[in-house]
């Protein structure tokens, strides 16, 4: 077969949109590889798409599309499934707006989709919310001729009931009855779901409409209805549940128990939840670490200690042993109460107990050492994870980000996000609002703009209150008119054109007019326990006179390799111990917590 064009598929690794950049008449015209030319099955292709589906599930989507674009350089031919595992991947990314190209692009290489494809198109935009795109890839489905399914149907249901929408899910129950698509039991169960979120009365209705279309209520459809009581703040309705379940022949199972726990938990009610927790051995179902755990935050919510000692001697009695979130629990609690010494001291018997601390424990104490003011013991912390294989992520590093710009120390800061750029830890959203707050509280707008300019320029797309935390740095020191320059590009002219809104943020203008679109001050950004600075100060064009090496921050950071190897060791300091360390600390744990709650 000959060549017709020199057009590609190609993938766009900057702004991940999946195109055809193609003029050929012929989707093969760039494929060189015989096996794929011939449509049979490439081992390449099938070792890569394997590969691929391998780095999703390791949270590596940005290999997963160079890897794709790999097989196109090369000459190959993607397959469906090919293409299917590069839109989960495009999802892990949130790159929602690549999808529909991504079909077109499918089609236009002589493919056709099929109801996989279409519902793992539908699942991803379900998944993020956003049911007008899933709508949208359900109607394409319907235009191409491919057959909807069941499995269509139910995940566009349990999405509009995710979204609190369950009219929507009512009308595709009926829809499916007009397309020839038979209901099963999840259908009804998702249906239910998303009612108990609204309605319970209109929840019990779709049981009868279950029953009536040959369908009997299994321990899902009790379980559904057992978290719709509890979480509308009636857990002894829910408790009731149970006898329902029993007059039917479903036993009760531990996610029924903790639902149940949990919702005495939540409204307070300690003492029942403990109730329920001994009432289980007469149901036949063995508590679980998730229940105790559950059982534990309660207690420490409502600042009853001694309750904490009786689930301590409850997981001996059913030989259930604590694990991280127990202790990141009591950990939260002694942090929350400023404790930091308690709090410490809780991590420590953690790890001499033989359990190997997590992220969230260590941003526990982060959080902790950040509220206290100490913002140089929440960076040592960085250490200790090294010690323990833990890698830190942007929440933990924009913590302490956080913590530094609390004290002032803006070079700490940004040395800490350097660092953060440096392991290819992509920062978020927060982590620039973070430091734009900081600066404006120096005093520096120009290095708050910069970082704006450093957002925009990693693809992060600012949002309105971003804008005016730089608007009101300038404000700040009395340049109003560099304040409306900041506020002169809308926040979807950064999102469509950002190298355009760059642009207008270098370009001072002349006019000196009021800021009347920013408003005050609540709603914006701020550390935790930070006393803003009242004193503005006025100043001549602070940005314009600054030099060009002070007033640019350098992005070549931002711009490193993700495969840059993170300056961390992967020593694991941290061996698992025995039970018998875990049972000499037991009493200590608990007199610590009975002392100091």
């Known amino acids: 077969m000959g060549k017709k064009g020199d057009g590609k598929v190609r993938v766009s690794l900057l702004m991940g949109e ?109 998944k993020a919310g956003d049911m007008e795109g899933a709508k949208k890839i359900f109607l394409k489905m319907k235009e191409s001729g491919c057959k909807t399914t069941t499995s269509t149907f139910n995940t566009l249901i349990k999405g509009y009931g995710n979204v ?56 899902v459809t009790f379980n559904t209805f057992v978290s719709g009581y509890a979480q509308n703040g009636e857990t002894i309705r829910a408790e009731a549940m149970i006898y329902e379940m029993q007059k039917n022949k479903i036993e009760p199972n531990e996610w029924t128990c903790g639902i149940i726990v949990n919702g005495y938990c939540s409204e307070g009610n300690v003492d029942d939840a403990l109730r329920f927790v001994n009432r289980m051995k007469d149901l036949g179902v063995h508590p679980n670490l998730v229940i105790l755990n559950s059982l534990v935050k309660g207690f420490l919510d409502v600042k009853v200690a001694e309750g904490v000692d009786e689930v301590f001697t409850l997981m001996e009695e059913f030989g259930v042993k604590p694990d991280v979130v127990t202790f990141s629990t009591i950990m939260n609690a002694f942090s929350t109460a400023g404790l930091m010494g308690k709090c410490q001291e ?87 609002k973070t430091l734009i707050w900081g600066y404006g509280e120096a005093k520096q707008p120009w290095k708050a703009e910069e970082i704006l300019e450093a957002a925009i320029a990693m693809g992060v797309v600012p949002d309105e209150s971003t804008i005016e935390l730089v ?29 355009d809104a760059v642009e207008v943020l270098e370009k001072p203008i002349k006019s000196s007019k009021s800021i009347s679109r920013i408003p005050k001050l609540g709603g914006i950004l701020q550390p935790p326990g930070l006393v803003k600075d009242q004193n503005g100060s006025s100043a001549g064009n602070v940005r314009s006179q600054m030099p060009q090496s002070e007033c640019r921050m350098s992005l070549s950071c931002c711009r490193r390799p993700a495969s840059s190897p993170p300056p961390f060791t992967v020593c694991c300091g941290f061996g698992l111990k025995t039970m018998s360390i875990y049972r000499q600390l037991l009493p200590t744990v608990q007199s610590k917590i009975v002392c100091s709650l």
């Open 471 to 499: 608007a009101r740095a300038w404000v700040a020191i009395g340049l109003t008119s560099e304040a409306e320059r900041v506020m002169k590009v809308s926040t979807e002219e950064y999102k469509q054109n950002p190298e």
């Open 164 to 219: 609190g929408n369950p009219e929507e899910s009512m009308k595709l129950l009926q829809l499916m009855e007009q397309d020839g698509v038979k209901p099963n039991e999840m259908t009804y169960n998702t249906v239910i779901r998303a009612w108990c979120k609204k309605s319970l009365s209109e929840a019990w209705n779709i049981v009868y409409k279950m029953v009536s279309s040959g369908f009997q209520p299994d321990v």
């Open 18 to 126: 999946v195109h055809s950049a193609s003029t050929s008449e012929d989707p093969l015209a760039e494929t060189s590889c015989p096996v794929c030319l011939g449509g049979n099955s490439c081992r390449i292709v099938v070792s890569r798409t394997k590969l691929m589906t391998k780095l999703i599930k390791k949270g590596k989507p940005r290999e997963v599309r160079a890897i794709f674009n790999s097989l196109i350089e090369e000459g190959h031919r993607p397959t469906l499934v090919t293409y299917t595992t590069l839109l989960v991947a495009l999802k892990a990314q949130n790159q929602l707006n690549a999808i529909p190209s991504l079909i077109s692009t499918v089609e236009e290489n002589g493919l056709k989709p099929d109801s996989i494809f279409f519902n793992a198109a539908i699942d991803v935009f379900t």
């Open 346 to 432: 809780m991590f420590d018997d953690m790890v001499k107990a033989g359990i190997e601390p997590d992220i969230h424990a260590f941003a526990i104490l982060a959080k902790g050492y950040v509220r206290a003011g100490q913002p140089e013991k929440a960076e040592s912390l960085l250490t200790l994870m090294s010690e323990a294989c833990v890698h830190p992520n942007a929440v933990i590093l924009t913590t302490i980000i956080s913590g530094w710009c609390n004290s002032g120390k803006m070079e700490h800061a940004l040395r800490v996000y350097e660092d953060m750029c440096a392991m290819g830890i992509f920062p978020n959203l927060t982590t620039f």
